[in-house]
């Protein structure tokens, strides 16, 4: 399965709903400099709304395509070689649309223009108006954070827009009567095993707005069967952790194996050639190791550790460097904290081609 048939199987369900306009709201790549496969496979999809069936599709970058450098080539910018229209720069855009006899104007604030984007207000002369932006509205608890996420004041979600096409947090969400988040394509890690992918098809009827969540098919996620690590060593937890993936079908799915009562020093240990083929084979492997008996002592909170291969790389780096004495040993302490939280960050985010 690849990662992008998410995308795919969501342009079929849009073309099957005979829609006038498309509109994507965010973090269609992963990164600013997606992998060549991930861009064309994209703008084949995308034409298949655009050039063949002939609907506009108008896009607003999210915070992962956003360049850091304004000088820099967005990737989304290709984008506009099948029609499509981008917004991916770091100000606020207009275009007005012609359905039928109806002028639809859209507004996209992309992310690079959230932190100066004022208030925004519709156009006039437009009959259906459109904000798209991308971002956390105040007060969402967003379960899955990621690094450079914008917060979107109140301010400039508080013009009269008839609909406000939210960005960013991956489920279907209502904000207010007319500001949705349409929800992610597909889901990116455990933290969403709640989530229905797919979007929303919006309705407008007289004044009045309608919105539906479309969901689509998604990828396996597979919770393998814990482990009780009392009384073994790495290489015996290296035997278990073996025997509990080499059977089972974890090509491109999203799985996380939990690991319990584990003593210290001893997950560090584990084979790290098994532990980055994993990581390979699946979309995202998340090896959960908890200090704790069972699931029950842990009431459900987050892992106390979530470790990887890169992760332990980044430990040992600042290990050596503080052995060296680069390093003082306050900053070293909090060096590696901030680090570890960033990597499982990263990790949670990393694999998403289309979003
Ligand atoms: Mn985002």
Redesign the pocket.
């Known amino acids: 399965m690849d990662v992008q048939e998410a995308y795919a199987r969501a342009v079929d369900a849009i073309l099957e709903r005979e829609v006038d306009l498309v509109i994507h709201s965010?973090?269609v790549f992963d990164s600013v400099r997606p992998a060549t496969h991930v861009i064309i496979g994209f703008l084949k999809q995308t034409a298949r709304i655009t050039a063949r069936a002939n609907i506009p599709y108008l896009v607003a970058a999210?915070?992962?395509e956003t360049p850091r450098l304004r000088t820099t080539t967005a990737a989304l910018e290709y984008s506009n070689l099948v029609n499509a229209y981008s917004a991916h720069g770091f100000e606020i855009d207009y275009e007005p649309i012609e359905v039928g006899d109806i002028t639809v104007g859209v507004t996209l604030v992309p992310?690079g223009a959230v932190a100066n984007a004022g208030a925004v207000t519709p156009e006039r002369d437009a009959d259906i108006n459109i904000l798209v932006t991308?971002?956390l509205v105040p007060n969402l608890e967003a379960r899955q954070h990621?690094m450079?996420?914008a917060n979107l004041h109140s301010g400039m979600l508080e013009g009269a827009f008839d609909y406000i096409a939210l960005?960013?947090?991956h489920d279907f969400h209502q904000h207010k009567e007319n500001s949705f988040y349409s929800g992610a394509t597909e889901r990116f890690s455990f933290g969403e095993v709640e989530s229905r992918p797919g979007f929303a098809i919006v309705e407008f009827d007289g004044g009045g707005v309608s919105v539906e969540h479309v969901p689509i098919e998604s990828r396996a996620m597979i919770d393998l069967p814990k482990i009780s690590a009392r009384e073994i060593d790495a290489s015996e937890l290296t035997e278990e952790i073996r025997k509990r993936t080499e059977n089972a079908d974890l090509d491109g799915a999203i799985v996380r194996l939990r690991i319990y009562d584990v003593r210290r020093g001893v997950a560090s240990g584990v084979d790290r050639d098994l532990l980055r083929d994993l990581q390979r084979r699946c979309l995202n492997f998340s090896l959960e190791i908890h200090a704790e008996e069972s699931p029950e002592t842990t009431n459900g909170g987050p892992a106390t550790a979530v470790f990887g291969p890169l992760q332990e790389e980044f430990a040992a780096f600042v290990k050596e460097r503080r052995a060296k004495g680069d390093l003082e040993k306050v900053f070293a302490e909090e060096f590696l904290e901030k680090g570890r939280g960033y990597l499982a960050r990263a990790a949670s985010e990393e694999p998403g081609g289309v979003?």
């Open positions: 965010g973090d999210g915070n992962h992310h991308h971002g990621e450079g996420e960005g960013h947090y979003s």
